[in-house]
């Protein structure tokens, strides 16, 4: 009997000073200074400042960003290299065809112009012709048909320059 009663004592007292650790303990946690508080708050403060600043990515335009061609690159190798000769191929193609549509455009108007001052001498030659041979009616009306058309013609093509 007396062993069992030196055991509970035994086990009490291991209690009552588990107990007062977990007491001192919590009061350890509970009693921190101030200044621990705030440096943990301001450590929380800058995971969370920093959780932010490396998810927002803001850029525009057809190049893409350098950290994005880096990570192309390391996934396949020379990616980034021949994306800027694309865009160089791409860029002499088109300045190539906006010279061919320039000259195009130019030669057209030439050609125009060429035709119309033939069409208006050939049109001369035939009033000429006409009223040397006494058809004064059909001289008029082929040179008001001649003048009426070229007239036509420069009023189109000065409304549909505007309008662009």
């Known amino acids: 009997m007396e062993n069992e009663n030196h055991l509970e004592e035994l086990t009490l007292k291991n209690d009552v000073q588990n ?13 921190k200074p101030e200044e ?5 708050i301001l450590q929380k403060v800058d995971e969370r400042i920093t959780l932010l600043s490396k998810e927002f990515y803001s850029f ?6 350098p950290d994005l061609m880096e990570q192309y690159d390391k ?3 020379g990616s ?8 160089d191929r791409e860029q002499i193609s088109r300045t190539s065809m906006n010279r061919i549509s320039t000259v195009n455009s130019i030669i057209m108007s ?10 208006v001498i050939i049109l001369s030659g035939l009033v000429y012709y006409a009223l040397t041979k006494g058809f004064d009616t059909t001289a008029g009306a082929i040179s008001v048909g001649a003048i009426a058309a070229v007239a036509g013609v420069f ?5 549909s320059s505007k309008k662009s």
């Open 19 to 31: 107990n007062s650790d977990k007491l001192k303990q919590r009061e350890e946690r509970l009693t």
């Open 36 to 40: 621990d508080i705030e440096q943990i």
């Open 60 to 65: 525009s335009g057809p190049i893409p960003h």
């Open 75 to 77: 996934i396949v190798p």
């Open 80 to 87: 980034g290299k021949g994306f800027f000769e694309r865009l």
């Open 110 to 119: 030439y050609l125009g112009i060429t035709f119309a001052f033939l069409s």
């Open 155 to 159: 009023i189109f093509f000065r409304r």
